[in-house]
T-cell receptor, first 114, second 114 residues
Framework: AQTVTQSQPEMSVQEAETVTLSCTYDTSESNYYLFWYKQPPSRQMILVIR??????QNATENRFSVNFQKAAKSFSLKISDSQLGDTAMYFC???????????FGEGTQLTVNP | ETGVTQSPTHLIKTRGQQVTLRCSSQSGHNTVSWYQQALGQGPQFIFQ???????GRGNFPPRFSGLQFPNYSSELNVNALELDDSALYLC?????????????FGPGTRLTVT
């Protein structure tokens, strides 16, 4: 079974600064997908960024980028130029190649301060 | 806006009662998954339906059951409600089981069991 661990329950950052959220996972599969989801107070789970394990290049989406270390089973999210609207709970999630079941971490509550 | 809707938004039930939660997927999405998110935790996979058949189940008892209909709607039924069933219930739809990496989440139904 896969497990996903987020060791930072809460983090805060000043507006316009950079913050990194950590995630580690455990799996015996060689090919899989990793995701970061954002869940604001509205509860809507929003996909922030994804990474295919077979791709060595780290994914980037505007201000969001990941540092994917496959050997270390580490998948961190970097948010640059933080904005007040980035305040939310962030979840790291794993998906294997059979079915579309997602395994989530416990989440990191990020607060962006003005 | 993901195009996935859920009803009702909030629901209060008494222990021992039965509840039905509803989800309307995006048109064309053949796969729907249900997740339970307890307060302050990450979502936990309940089960998944593909083309109206159950295709994978998490560690939930049989009193959690589901249905998927040809019109891209689905239901989550919970019998003999327990206090620990109080949670946010999320549904997520995707095109199919394996080739589509992205799941589109609905806004959730908040269930309170008293």
């Amino acid at each position: 079974a896969q497990t996903v661990t987020q060791s930072q329950p809460e983090m805060s950052v000043q507006e316009a600064e950079t913050v990194t959220l950590s995630c580690t996972y455990d799996t015996s599969e060689s090919n899989y997908y990793l995701f970061w989801y954002k869940q604001p107070p509205s509860r809507q789970m929003i996909l922030v960024i994804r990474q295919e394990a077979y791709k060595q290049q780290n994914a980037t989406e505007n201000r969001f980028s990941v540092n994917f270390q496959k050997a270390a089973k580490s998948f961190s999210l970097k948010i640059s130029d933080s904005q007040l609207g980035d305040t939310a709970m962030y979840f790291c999630a794993f998906r294997g190649t059979s079915g579309s079941r997602l395994t989530f971490g416990e989440g990191t509550q990020l607060t962006v301060n003005p | 806006e993901t195009g996935v809707t859920q009803s009702p938004t909030h629901l209060i039930k008494t222990r021992g009662q039965q509840v039905t939660l509803r989800c309307s997927s995006q048109s064309g999405h053949n796969t729907v998954s249900w997740y339970q998110q307890a307060l302050g935790q990450g979502p936990q996979f309940i089960f998944q339906y593909y083309r109206e058949e159950e295709n994978g189940r998490g560690n939930f008892p049989p009193r959690f059951s589901g249905l998927q209909f040809p019109n891209y709607s689905s239901e989550l039924n919970v019998n003999a409600l327990e206090l620990d069933d109080s949670a946010l219930y999320l549904c997520a739809s995707s095109w199919d089981l394996t080739t589509s990496y992205e799941q589109y989440f609905g806004p959730g139904t908040r269930l309170t069991v008293t």
